[in-house]
């Protein structure tokens, strides 16, 4: 009964207080002594294998989905026969998402390198059938290497969060994962593909390395991305995002930012030299290119 009544109130009611109301009822934390376990569904249907003590499946039991602004590009600029890739899938949030709308005549390639939550990966993507998705257990770089990957420890505060799993830029007590890191054009190379349409990256940190790794991909393809900046993540892997910069503007790229105004997305043109600090999603397009226009209309 707490349970629904916690689930109504988070994805109906959208007040002031609403979600400090929910971490209360339901601490989203590693020792929460109240949480939700087992299969569930999302607010669009898709189910999912959740426990709320970790981030991510907080936010889908009790709120309906993850980052809705961001699922919203997804979803104008990923449609039915698209070819997407998710980089960073983790549990499959976005993955999902991103396979309800390309459908069957889509495709869509996720990678997750961490194994604990690759298997959920997999459970999500079995428990709703979707034969469009291909999980890669590889990490993305620059260069081909064999890394460790910095997994939050489990006894840990930062173990609700599987998402600040990174190769480089994590300083709270972890455990290392050994894990192979290829280019992005390496893997394309060996795959049948006519088209890629757009591509997702959150890898904590990682994000400049990835894309140098995909240089081919964007002359060949010029695909939508959407890529996450977090400075702090940036700053401990000795990333730039000047050099992201030269990299997508010296390509013929656009970018914005990707923000949310109450229940749509609004998009902030992002100029050279902008220097943006703290946290936030951006989208890449090529100048020009029709689907901004559908993407304006949508969120």
Known sequence: MLETLAVLLGRHVRLRGTERLLNALYPCRW???RYVQGVRSRADGLKIKVDTRE??????????????HVARIFA???GVGSVVA???????????????HVGTEGRVLAFEPNPTVRRKLETNISLNGLNCVEIFECALGDRHAHMKLRVPRSDTPEASNSGLSSLLALETPHDLVDVLVRPFDSVIESLSLDRLDLIKIDV????QR???GMAGVLRRFSPAIVFEYEDWAWSLSGSHWSAVESLLFGGGYRLWRIGQAG?????????AGSQP?????VLALKRNDPRLAVAEQAV
Not at 86 to 100: F, W
Request: no cysteine; net charge negative; hydrophobic share 40%.
């Open 76 to 78: 104008s600029l990923g």
């Open 204 to 207: 904590q940190g990682f994000e």
């Open 31 to 33: 020792d929460s002594p």
């Open 277 to 281: 600090g703290g946290h936030l999603e």
């Open 55 to 68: 981030h991510i499946d907080w936010q889908m039991v009790f709120l309906g989905g993850y980052e809705p």
């Open 86 to 100: 998710d980089i960073g899938a983790n549990v499959g949030a976005h993955t999902l998402t991103m396979a309800r």
């Open 210 to 212: 990835v894309l140098q």
């Open 263 to 271: 229940n749509r997305t609004r998009l902030a043109e992002l100029r």
